[in-house]
């Protein structure tokens, strides 16, 4: 065998390879790892305007996520999950209560030690009184901004459909200074 075709088999197999590797590149970055920009004040204390976060598709939703969303008219956002299909959700006094039951919202304690006014963090509401209804329905997600004051969310577009979710931010990769899991 001459050295040209030893070179010319090498070539190929590392372009084969190399090949390869970029098709599971994009296809990881097109299907199960997508970068997503941050954009808005609505949910600081957790994300901030700028961030740039990775969202994955797999996982199946649960209450506190924090989820990109598509609006009809094409825009995005990203919010936290409060209610799941079939619940009904309320605050009163600052509280948020999930089927009756009072919960904790841990993830808002920097905002809320922030926050030096008196008035509540979250202003009270239920869901007949926003919707008309008591609880959510199938397949219907009720979303809430961690920044409560400056958020446009449920509270006033309503809730949104599982489909409308593009999937759960995971991961805050830039800028380096800001890099954590959520």
Known sequence: MTTEHQWRDRFWLLFKYALIAFATAFLIR???????????????GTLQQGDMVIIEKIS?????????F???????????????PGDSVKYEADQLYINDEPVEEPFLAK?????????????????????????????????????????????????????????????????FSHIRFI
């Open 111 to 175: 905002n809320r030690n922030n926050d030096h006014e008196t008035a509540s963090y979250t202003n009270d509401f239920d869901l007949e009184s926003l919707l008309g209804v008591e609880k959510l329905g199938k397949d219907s997600y009720f979303v809430i901004g961690d920044n409560r004051r400056a958020s446009k969310d449920s509270r006033s577009f309503g809730p949104i459909s599982g489909d409308a979710i593009l999937g759960n931010a995971r991961f805050v990769y830039y800028p």
């Open 60 to 68: 199946p939703i649960r209450r506190f996520d924090v989820v990109v």
């Open 70 to 84: 598509q609006m009809p008219d094409g825009s995005t956002y990203i919010k936290r999950v409060i209610g799941m």
């Open 30 to 44: 097109a299907f199960l790892l997508i970068p997503v920009p941050v954009s808005g004040n609505s949910m600081e």
